[in-house]
């Protein structure tokens, strides 16, 4: 897998970063919708560990994109450019952070709970028989469960989602598991949110009023932290903005303003 896709035409001004750690791709749809107007680079994270993504995120910019450049995550992806953004202040100009994961470990407690609550019997039993094969040493179908798991999750994570296919070029449970302990830790530990103080540029937070991601702790956190910084919340919207019936055509409007402040 090519570790960067482009989309519309040169100068490439907008990037943007996929979740997971392990769901390239699911940020197609934006890059498509933002590239009739932007040169736009959709980063694949490739390494699998988190300064091997870190570096390889930093190297994509400089080698592709006309810096500095607006550079947008969503969930996983958003931490990752918070990061990047703190340890490279000259390539970025903004940073918008799209269904943030959390900054502090006393917001992530409950995001599971509030997961399973809006699951079915039936779901929650399948999340635990997926939980336990990913956890099994012996399993060889690791990323055919990570799949399903993430669908169900995804299911959760939604309030009123448009039928759509799946951008996820390959779900990938071994990159998961290898970057997201060091990510948890570096969270946990109080040293993700305190790379905040290195970011000089302008940040943006957008997020769903539905998503587990809980909105108070992404605007409470980064808010304390952060020079410039503004949170918008989207009414009947979850963890994807661009699926949301209710939310996308606002999504996209709010992504274009931003873009052109």
């Known amino acids: 897998m090519h570790n960067v896709r482009k989309y519309g035409q040169a100068p490439y001004t907008v990037a943007i970063v996929h ?5 390239p791709g699911d940020m197609a749809p934006i890059a498509r ?32 994109a006309d810096s500095p450049v607006t550079l947008m995550g969503h969930s996983w992806g958003a931490v990752l450019s918070f990061i990047v953004t703190a340890k490279n202040p000259d390539l970025i100009k903004k940073l918008i952070l799209i269904g943030s994961g959390v900054y502090e470990e006393k917001y992530a407690a409950d995001i599971m709970n509030v997961r399973l609550s809006r699951l079915t019997d039936e779901e929650r039993k399948a999340v635990d028989y ?3 094969e990913l956890n099994d040493p012996a399993a ?8 399903k798991f993430g669908k169900l999750i995804a299911k959760a994570d939604s309030y009123d989602p448009l039928p ?3 951008d ?16 948890r830790d570096l969270r946990d530990s ?7 103080k290195q970011i000089k540029c302008p940040v943006v937070a957008i997020h769903g009023d539905h998503d587990p991601h809980p909105a108070k702790g992404i605007r409470q956190s980064l808010s304390n932290m952060l020079t410039d910084f503004r949170f ?7 963890h994807y903005p661009w699926y949301e019936k209710q939310a996308k055509n606002n999504f996209y409007n709010i992504l274009r303003q931003e873009l052109e402040r």
């Open 232 to 238: 918008i919340l989207l009414n009947k919207c979850g």
């Open 190 to 196: 109080g040293d993700l949110l305190a790379l905040g």
């Open 19 to 23: 979740g997971g750690p392990g769901a």
């Open 33 to 64: 919708e933002l590239s009739t107007t932007y040169g736009v680079l959709e980063p694949l994270q490739t390494e699998e560990t988190l300064n091997g993504q870190i570096v390889e995120l930093v190297s994509v910019l400089k080698e592709n």
């Open 130 to 132: 997926m939980l336990a």
């Open 140 to 147: 060889t179908n690791k990323n055919v469960v990570f799949e």
């Open 168 to 183: 996820v070029i390959e779900y990938q449970y071994h990159m998961f598991n290898s970057v997201w302990p060091d990510a």
């Open 164 to 166: 759509h296919d799946s």
